[in-house]
C-alpha cells in the first residue's frame, strides 16, 4: 500500500467509515477516486520527505567539514 492509498484509506476510515468498512472498500470505484483526491497530498508529502533527507545529508557534510576545518586551525595554532 503505497502513501496515497494509506492516507485515502485513513481518511476515510476517520470519517465514520466512509467508504471503508473492514479493511475494505465498498467498491474499487470508490478506493480510485479517494486516492486520486489525496495523490498530490501524498506527492507533496514524499518530495519533502526527500528534501529533508537531502537537506540532512548536506548539513551532515557541511558538519563534517567545519569539524575538519576547526581541528586543521587547532593544529595550525599549536604549530
Not at 476517520?14 to 473492514?22: L, R, S, V
Not at 501524498?42 to 545529508?57: C, G, Q
Request: glycine share 6%; hydrophobic share 45%; no cysteine.
Amino acid at each position: 500500500m503505497d502513501i496515497a492509498e494509506k492516507m485515502a484509506a485513513d481518511i476515510a476510515l476517520a470519517m465514520d467509515g466512509g467508504e471503508w468498512k473492514d479493511g475494505k472498500w465498498y467498491s474499487k470505484f470508490h478506493r480510485d477516486a479517494w486516492i486520486k483526491a489525496v495523490k498530490p497530498y501524498a506527492d507533496e508529502i514524499e518530495r519533502l520527505r526527500r528534501d529533508v533527507e537531502e537537506a540532512n545529508a548536506r548539513a551532515y557534510v557541511m558538519a563534517k567539514e567545519v569539524t575538519l576545518w576547526q581541528s586543521r586551525a587547532a593544529l595550525k595554532e599549536g604549530e
